[in-house]
């Protein structure tokens, strides 16, 4: 029996009783669905979870993302990302090498995959190694961020919508890049979202985040400075939840209703050795 304890945090309950061999059927999923919804951040903790069961548990919860770059795509599990900065060969990226951009790139606020048109349900990451120091994953949970702002303001934000471009957020990645080609430029145009998105449960959230590239039908720079300065003033530690790694923790998010973001950790000297699901969504954000 899966029970969810609540964190003495803004958001996120631990999970106990999940048993990883256990066959991930719709009465599985269906409780888990509902701690995430109620919660927005799930925490499992010290559990061995192989691939395939990962995958599968994946699988159970819906269709799963296959991530744009081919290169961090696991090559016996194509839906699992390999989030690392451990080469194939065992040794550290250099700070300086695209992917160490890339990994650097998740300390800036953003929701995932954000940047299409019918953006994820959740991310599943599995930490298989971990540093000793840094590396704690921020949640920031949305629907109290828009609920605490003045009547006004929601009526402002309530009115705009963002757009979300995949090619801005890599190439404002922080470091150097390949840009993006014509090829993957035409997988990921940029799409428009409301900045703010309304939930089965009534409550509405604020949608932004790294992806955001600016306010559609506004100056672009003068969109920027808004969604940047909105993303600062909401992100507070009254509505974050700050996950410390350990091995073997498995830390389930829901996408629709938070924001995260990577803490800073010695990247060319420690190794972060991380799985990733994203379970897609077909519903469009509303
Ligand atoms: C990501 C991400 C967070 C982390 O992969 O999109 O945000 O803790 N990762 O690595
Ligand atoms: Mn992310």
Not at 107 to 121: K, V
Request: with cysteine; aromatic share 8%; charged share 25%.
């Amino acid at each position: 029996m899966i029970s969810f304890e609540p964190l003495e945090e803004p958001l996120g309950a631990l999970v106990t009783g999940f048993d990883p061999g256990r066959e991930a059927d719709a009465s599985l999923v269906e409780e888990l669905a509902r701690g995430l919804a109620d919660h927005s951040v799930l925490v499992f903790r010290g559990q061995e979870i192989k691939p395939e069961q990962f995958v599968a548990l994946g699988h159970a919860f819906g269709e799963l993302e296959i991530l744009p770059e081919p290169d961090k795509r696991d090559p016996d599990h194509p839906e699992i990302f390999n989030l690392s900065n451990v080469r194939p060969d065992g040794t550290l990226v250099e700070f300086s090498e695209p992917q160490a951009v890339f990994l650097r790139g998740t300390q800036r606020w953003h929701t995932d995959s954000s940047f299409r048109e019918l953006p994820c349900l959740c991310t599943m990451l599995y930490a298989v190694e971990v540093p000793p120091s840094g590396s704690a994953t921020q949640f920031a949970d949305m629907m109290a961020a828009y609920e605490s702002l003045p009547a006004e303001q929601q009526a402002d934000l309530d009115n705009l919508r963002l757009i979300h471009s995949y090619e801005y957020s890599r190439a404002n990645n922080p470091g150097e890049m390949d840009p993006m080609d014509d090829e993957e430029r035409a997988k990921f145009p940029p799409v428009s979202h409301p900045w703010v998105r309304s939930h089965a449960n009534g409550r509405r959230s604020l949608y932004m985040g790294g992806h955001v590239s600016h306010i559609e039908g506004l100056d672009v720079d003068e969109g920027r400075t808004k969604v940047a300065a909105l993303t600062e003033a909401v992100t507070t530690a009254e509505v974050t939840y700050e996950h410390q790694w350990q091995q073997h923790d498995l830390v389930v998010w829901d996408n629709r209703t938070t924001l995260h973001r990577v803490l800073p950790y010695d990247i060319a000297n420690e190794r972060r050795i991380m799985r990733r699901l994203t379970v897609a969504n077909a519903d469009p954000v509303i």
